[in-house]
């Protein structure tokens, strides 16, 4: 079954405690990008991957680092995680990059971060 | 960057009315995405449109490229449609999202 998968789905964690989330997709798709939704704001991008060893910084890139080693995974690494960091995380991908072609995203299932 | 921008925020419809969501944006662009998401949080594309309209099921979506305006309309609606219907353009810049509850 294609999909994007994340993990964990739910992470309690404190103030400055690192912690990685995984996204990991089985279609072969060359774009991956990361959001986070909070209330009132939507839907923000955080950092984008065109292909592997490619990666952007998205509208709010602070405070998250990623990687893309392979083509199916792209993990979200929170090095001192903050208060201000809890919201509600989606990985997507997509076969291209978005933009001028207009690809579907596929979206994971989301990852609530609580940072007490 | 894109503004985008959708209305209503929130819409509450007996079932079997007839549903219109509206986006607008600022920006020229090449597609408009629609999302739904569902009451658990998951995100599933349903539309991505760059010009006139799609039909899938009792979904409808419409765009017009010179105005910037898309609208999404739900025909005999149905509690199962309530969710977060969320419009997105090509560059992924998404509008806030509208909530929608369809009463039995």
């Known amino acids: 079954e294609a999909q994007v998968t994340q993990n964990p789905r739910y992470l309690i964690t404190v103030t400055g405690k690192k912690l990685t989330v995984t996204c990991s997709q089985n279609m072969n798709h060359e774009y991956m990008s990361w959001y986070r939704q909070d209330p009132g704001l939507g839907l923000r991008q955080i950092y984008y991957s065109m292909n592997v060893e490619v990666t952007d910084k998205g509208d709010v890139p602070e405070g998250y680092k990623v990687s893309r080693k392979e083509k199916r995974n792209f993990p979200l690494i929170l090095e001192s995680p903050s208060p201000n960091q809890t919201s509600l995380y989606f990985c997507a991908s997509s076969l291209f990059s978005s933009g001028s072609r207009g690809e579907t995203q596929y979206f994971g299932p989301g990852t609530r971060l609580l940072v007490l | ?104």
């Open chain 2, 1 to 104: 960057k894109n503004e985008v921008e959708q209305s209503p925020q929130n819409l509450t419809a007996q079932e079997g009315e007839f549903i219109t969501i509206n986006c607008s944006y600022s920006v020229g662009i090449s597609a408009l995405h629609w999302l739904q998401q569902h009451p658990g949080g998951g995100i599933v594309s349903l539309f991505m449109l760059s010009s006139g309209k799609k039909k899938h099921g009792r979904l409808i979506a419409t765009i017009n490229i010179q105005e910037k305006h898309s609208s999404l309309h739900i025909t005999a609606s149905h509690p199962r449609d309530s969710a977060v219907y969320i419009c997105a353009d090509s560059w992924l810049t998404f509008g806030e999202g509208t909530q929608l509850t369809v009463n039995p």
